[in-house]
């Protein structure tokens, strides 16, 4: 059963007292896995221009994948223009007058997206979408600060600088990061385990059990 990163995270931090290791373990697989996916695309010049924790799924096994190419296009084309969910908009698309979406861009959405998992909820959790895109440039960032590796955390506030030129400049970039190699193609059993509770209480919730 595939279900997304946003029950996930809602379903986990109901729970509760999530093991810190778990935490980290979460951030890592869904940063690597979605790069992966995010360098993919980047290799056959597409963007995705619509990256947000309801289209990341997640199955039993622990792998993390990402759903709906309706927004995708080609880099530098014409149809270039700001389309996807404002929430996850970077400054530079929001700023008037707006700039192309780029892979910079995408790796804001996924900022946001990481974020958002580890939190319970959007870091701006207002209700007007272009008020919460440009509060997002003035976001406290120190929240972060003790809730996951030190690694994983500035890799995050790197994915959301302000200008798109002082994120990354590819996915390959942040593949090639050390921290990130350590992901294992398989989960450990105590990982696979962890997912797979969660997604029970999902599948049990769904089935009105």
């Keep these: 059963m595939d279900t997304t990163l946003t029950k996930f995270y ?5 729970r509760g007292n999530t ?52 927004t995708c296009c080609r880099m530098n084309s ?9 929430a996850y908009f970077p400054p530079e698309v929001v700023r008037n007058p707006p700039v192309p979406s780029s892979t910079q861009s995408d790796m804001w959405a996924l900022g946001i997206s990481v974020v958002e998992t580890i939190l319970g909820q959007h870091p701006c959790p207002i209700s007007n979408d272009i008020d919460r895109a440009l509060l997002l440039t003035k976001w406290n960032r120190d929240i972060l600060e003790g809730m996951i590796f030190d690694d994983i955390r500035k890799l995050i506030l790197q ?14 970039e ?10 294992r193609m398989k989960p450990t059993f105590e990982e696979n385990l962890f997912i797979f509770n ?3 209480i999902i599948r049990h919730s769904e089935n009105g059990n």
Excluded at 79 to 86: A, H, K, L, Q, W
């Design 10 to 14: 809602q379903t986990m931090h109901r």
């Design 19 to 70: 093991d810190p290791s778990n935490l980290n373990f979460l951030i890592l697989r869904v940063m690597h896995n979605i790069t992966s996916a995010l360098e993919f695309l980047a290799v056959k010049d597409y963007l995705h221009r619509d990256i947000k924790p309801d289209n990341i799924l997640v199955n039993d096994s622990g792998v993390f994948k990402l759903n709906d190419y309706g």
């Design 78 to 86: 014409t149809e270039n223009v700001p389309i996807g969910t404002i």
């Design 159 to 172: 994915l959301l600088k302000t200008e798109p030129e002082e994120r990354p400049g590819s996915y390959n």
């Design 174 to 183: 942040i593949l090639q990061m050390s921290f990130i190699q350590t992901v």
């Design 198 to 200: 969660i997604i029970q």
